[in-house]
């Protein structure tokens, strides 16, 4: 079964040059290399060479990003793809050595219906701050927002079979970002995650990466906007919601339950149906059926409803009569412990 190496390319230097001479010294003869409109003779040159060493080069007209560089070459070996395993996907910069590229070759060759990723140790000694930062970060908001633990999301080192790479070409995401979707996309599909760690190498502090750290970040977080959205904008609705119905109810005469449950409930009531209806068809863009998610989702809001009514309940005579500065705690903790539960138990489908 054929594993090619594909490797998408923008501007390189010498150092794509020696990869692919350690490549084929490594006995990795099939390679995939996609310019990615790389302007300038010198550029082309590289690319020349590498075609008369039997590479097979394809070429973008004009800069379209990382993604679409893969994706391109996704459908050329779609398209010439008698006895495709699936592929390899490297990076042009010399940050990826032949023996972990073989290696995560072997991990995809083993198991062929899992994402194999090349995996760093950003803790070693000499891992640039921003780098070893900046993942870090990454993946703890990955794992809480997605729920799949990854010590490296960023790898341009994977392997992906060939039936992920069909699905792969209908994913969003054109530049950087669109190495995260395929991390989201994975967990979509229950695909199995398999990690291969390998050497941790940055060259010249990384200068040569077209990665900018604010810009193609930005690019990346921003798919999580939806997640925030639904969470901060249901909180903005509940909260104004209690607030009317406090004012509306504070002068009602005390009986067995307090005009503070009373606003608790109508506003979680309101509430939890917009943040359903967001959380379904935006949010998780559940596969689950919508009665059983919603009948999932209303013993949730049941749930949160109590816990947020009884704190509320009892934290007030602490606040000197402050009702929404009780609510505004109780529910930022309600709502990220919700999320969490919603992700893997209202809307995750266990096929």
């Known amino acids: 079964m ?20 350690e490549l084929k010294q490594g006995g990795i003869e099939e390679i995939i290399i996609v310019d990615d409109g790389s302007m300038g003779r010198e550029y082309q040159e590289i690319f020349e060479q590498a075609g008369r060493e039997g590479c097979i080069v394809l070429h973008h007209k004009t800069n379209q990003g990382k993604g679409r560089a893969l994706k391109t070459a996704f459908a050329y070996c779609l398209e010439n793809g008698e006895e495709l395993l699936g592929v390899i996907t490297a990076d042009s910069d010399g940050q990826h050595k032949v023996e972990d590229i073989k290696a995560c070759m072997e991990a995809l060759g083993e198991h ?10 950003f803790l070693k000694r000499g891992v640039p701050a921003r780098s070893s930062l900046g993942n870090r970060i990454t ?16 790898t341009g080192l994977r392997g992906i079979s060939r039936e992920f790479m069909e699905h792969l070409l209908t994913v969003k995401g054109e530049r950087f970002e669109f190495e995260t979707n ?12 398999r990690e291969v760690e390998i050497e941790t190498v ?17 690019r990346i977080y ?13 909180s903005v609705v509940d909260l104004s919601l209690f607030a009317l119905f406090c004012h509306m109810l504070r002068n009602m005469e005390e009986g067995v339950v307090s005009y ?8 979680r009531i309101l509430s939890a149906a917009y943040n359903f209806t967001i959380n379904y068809k935006l949010v ?10 919603l009948g999932k989702y209303t013993l949730l809001a049941l749930l949160q409803m109590s816990l947020s009514a009884f704190l509320v309940s009892v934290l007030y005579p602490c606040f000197g009569g402050l009702e929404v500065w009780v609510k505004i705690p109780v529910d930022v903790l309600l709502f990220l412990l919700s999320f969490v539960i919603q992700r893997e138990l209202v809307y995750g489908s266990k096929e």
């Open 2 to 21: 054929r594993i090619p190496v594909v490797i998408p390319s923008y501007e390189p230097d010498h150092k794509l040059t020696a990869l692919l001479r």
């Open 112 to 121: 062929p219906r899992e994402l194999i990723l090349g995996c760093r140790n």
């Open 139 to 154: 993946g703890r908001v990955f794992q809480y927002l997605v729920g799949v633990r990854l010590s490296d999301t960023q």
């Open 182 to 193: 395929m991390l989201i996309a994975a967990k979509e599909q229950k695909i199995a995650v």
């Open 202 to 218: 940055y060259i010249e502090e990384n200068k040569s990466s077209h990665f900018r750290p604010v810009r193609d970040s930005i």
């Open 222 to 234: 921003a798919m999580f906007g939806r997640f925030l959205f639904s969470s901060l904008s249901s």
């Open 260 to 267: 503070l449950v009373i606003a608790t409930v109508l506003a």
């Open 284 to 293: 998780f863009r559940s596969r689950e059926g919508v009665l059983k998610a």
